[in-house]
């Protein structure tokens, strides 16, 4: 049974950071895409970060390049995101999720395994 669990949430203020983190039980864990994503109140779940099964095809969505920092430690089956200058706009839920693929061409149909969500509120 595959399960995602996402830790590192809370509430901070802007201009802060957080390092959320994603532990996975699932098989072949290192031979995975694996990717973060997030949705606010009434909007559409977004992507965020995704990165390949070695670390390489890094991604990020435009509105948290070079603030935000996906990364990954295969053998502790973890991804990882480091979140720098958060802002309010950055209030949401926050996922992980698996691909069956190595890689993937940064679309939300490519993941198929989904945690539960992390809260991450930031004051203003």
């Known amino acids: 049974q595959v399960q995602l669990a996402e830790s590192g949430g809370g509430l901070v203020q802007a201009g802060g950071s957080l390092r959320l983190a994603c532990e996975a039980s699932?098989?072949?864990?290192?031979?995975?895409?694996m990717g973060w994503f997030r949705q606010a109140p009434g909007k559409e779940r977004e992507i965020i970060a995704t990165i390949g099964w070695n670390g390489s095809r890094i991604r990020y969505t435009d509105s948290v390049k070079g603030r935000f920092t996906i990364s990954r430690d295969n053998a502790k089956s973890t991804v990882y995101l480091l979140m720098n200058d958060l802002t309010p706009e950055d209030t949401a839920v926050y996922y992980c999720?698996?691909?069956?693929?190595?890689?993937?061409?940064?679309?939300?149909?490519?993941?198929?395994?989904w945690g539960q969500g992390t809260q991450v509120t930031v004051s203003s």
């Open positions: 699932i098989r072949a864990f290192g031979s995975k895409a």
């Open positions: 999720a698996a691909s069956p693929f190595t890689v993937t061409s940064n679309r939300i149909n490519e993941f198929h395994y």
